[in-house]
Antibody, heavy 118, light 107 residues
Framework: QITLKESGPTLVKPSQTLTLTCTFS??????????VAWIRQPPGQALEWLAL???????RYSPSLESRLIITKDSSKNQVVLTMTNMDPVDTGTYFC??????????WGQGALVTVSS | DIQMTQSPSTLSASVGDRVTITCRAS??????LAWYQQKPGKAPKLLIY???SLQSGVPSRFSGRGSGTEFTLTINSLQPDDIATYYC?????????FGQGTKVEIK
C-alpha cells in the first residue's frame, strides 16, 4: 500500500525559505522508474506541477519556478524534500507530493496548507 | 510551457446524464494526456492516463478519447459521487501542465 504525507510549516513570512518534507511508504525511491513529484494548488485555483525527482537522482523543475526550487531525496529515510526560496503571498496554497511511475501521478499525499503572510 | 484549456469551466447536469469535458493543448502532446478527479478538501485522483486508459478501480462510466491537441473526458450516466472538479494534464514534455479545471455539479 503506497502512502505519502507532506509535512512542514503552516505559516511562513514573505522572503523566507519554505522547506517541505514528503515521507512515503509502500515503495522505494531506489527502484528503477520510480519518481516523486511536488504539485501545489492556490486556494480555489488549479493545480501547478513544481518539481520531480527520479530514482537515479535526475531532477526536473517547472521553468517558471526553477530558480527558487531545490528537490532532494533521502532514499534510506523514504523522504523527498522540496525547498522554495523567497516566498511570497502568491505562493500560499496546498502543497502535494505524489508517487510517479511512467510519468503518471498515481498516488498523492493529503496535502499541506502553507500560508505566506507577515 | 504547453497551455491546457478546459471547457466548460462549470457544468451542471442531472443524475443519469452523459457529460463531456473538453481539454485543448496549445501544442501537440500526442497521447500523453491524463485526467484527474478532485473532491473538495481532497487530493486529486488519477482517473485516465494515456488519453483513454482507465486507472485501476475507476468505474467504467468514465472514458477518454482524443489525440494531439484535443481531448475529451466523458462520464456516462452521471452519479452523485461524480460531483467534483476534473483536471486534464499533459505529460508529453516537462514541464507538466494542468488545465484550469471543470467543476461538475448536479442540476
Amino acid at each position: 500500500q503506497i502512502t505519502l504525507k507532506e509535512s512542514g510549516p503552516t505559516l511562513v513570512k514573505p522572503s523566507q525559505t519554505l522547506t517541505l518534507t514528503c515521507t512515503f511508504s509502500g515503495f522505494s525511491l531506489s527502484t528503477s522508474g520510480v519518481a516523486v513529484a511536488w504539485i501545489r494548488q492556490p486556494p480555489g485555483q488549479a493545480l501547478e506541477w513544481l518539481a520531480l525527482i527520479y530514482w537515479d537522482d535526475d531532477k526536473r523543475y517547472s521553468p517558471s519556478l526553477e530558480s527558487r526550487l531545490i528537490i532532494t531525496k533521502d532514499s534510506s529515510k523514504n523522504q523527498v524534500v522540496l525547498t522554495m526560496t523567497n516566498m511570497d503571498p502568491v505562493d500560499t496554497g496546498t502543497y502535494f507530493c505524489a508517487h510517479s511511475v511512467r510519468r503518471l501521478l498515481d498516488f498523492w499525499g493529503q496535502g499541506a496548507l502553507v500560508t505566506v503572510s507577515s | 510551457d504547453i497551455q491546457m484549456t478546459q471547457s466548460p469551466s462549470t457544468l451542471s447536469a442531472s443524475v443519469g446524464d452523459r457529460v463531456t469535458i473538453t481539454c485543448r493543448a496549445s501544442q501537440n502532446v500526442g497521447y500523453w494526456l491524463a485526467w484527474y478527479q478532485q473532491k473538495p478538501g481532497k487530493a486529486p485522483k488519477l482517473l485516465i492516463y494515456k488519453t483513454s486508459s482507465l486507472q485501476s478501480g475507476v468505474p467504467s462510466r468514465f472514458s477518454g478519447r482524443g489525440s494531439g491537441t484535443e481531448f475529451t473526458l466523458t462520464i456516462n450516466s452521471l452519479q452523485p459521487d461524480d460531483i467534483a472538479t476534473y483536471y486534464c494534464q499533459q505529460y508529453n514534455s516537462y514541464s507538466w501542465t494542468f488545465g484550469q479545471g471543470t467543476k461538475v455539479e448536479i442540476k
